[in-house]
């Protein structure tokens, strides 16, 4: 045997061993480091050993809710507040909150948000909007429609049809409907 096959057998033996030697020293930190019985007496992980109770068959709700107005003709759907300025300032407040981003604070889809919209919202003062039944516009804020985004569980179905008083409040021929604040902030 020559000197160089020596030295490509002792490379080959010396890889070898560190290989081996990695090997090793990875099972030993594994099987000596990680106590993992222990690990699941921890206190942080004994909320989670809670069980959920089972469901019996059947038990989701099929009355009331949302989801009961899901197969309800929108046409059909009535407001049950009567149209004063009280429902009407419910509906400018909580519309204050939730639409004045995109729909702005005359309602005409200039908000601040809603700018960046192509095309823009919606201008809840025209014909498109002011000819729908409340039934509609309240079916609409509740489950969405294309880009406006489901409401319904996160608004009160009373401050819903307040929003449609509102709404309506922003016509040109139900201008004296309208709070004569026109500060939409919503502290005012």
């Not at 929108?74 to 909150?97: A, C, F, M, V, W």
Request: with cysteine; hydrophobic share 30%.
């Amino acid at each position: 045997m020559g000197e160089s096959q020596r030295k490509g057998r002792g490379v080959v033996i010396r890889e070898r061993r560190a290989l081996l030697t990695t090997i090793l020293s990875f099972l030993f930190i594994i099987f000596t480091g990680c106590d993992y019985a222990r690990m699941k007496e921890q206190e942080a992980l004994q909320t989670y050993r809670t069980q959920i109770p089972e469901m019996p068959e059947r038990t989701i709700p099929i009355t009331g809710g949302l989801q009961s107005l899901r197969g309800v003709d929108p046409e059909k759907l009535r407001n049950p507040l009567s149209l004063s300025q009280d429902s009407i300032h419910l509906g400018r407040l909580t519309y204050s909150y939730f639409c004045i981003v995109c729909h702005g604070p005359k309602g005409d889809g200039n908000g601040t948000v809603g700018q960046s919209f192509a095309p823009l919202p919606t201008d809840l003062r025209s014909s498109y909007v002011q000819t729908q039944s409340d039934g509609k516009l309240f079916y609409t804020i509740t489950f969405g429609l294309k880009r406006h985004p489901p409401l319904g569980f996160m608004i009160a179905e009373t401050k819903r049809w307040a929003i449609v008083h509102y709404v309506r409040s922003l016509s040109k021929r139900n201008e004296s409907l309208r709070p004569k604040s026109e500060s939409l902030s919503p502290g005012s």
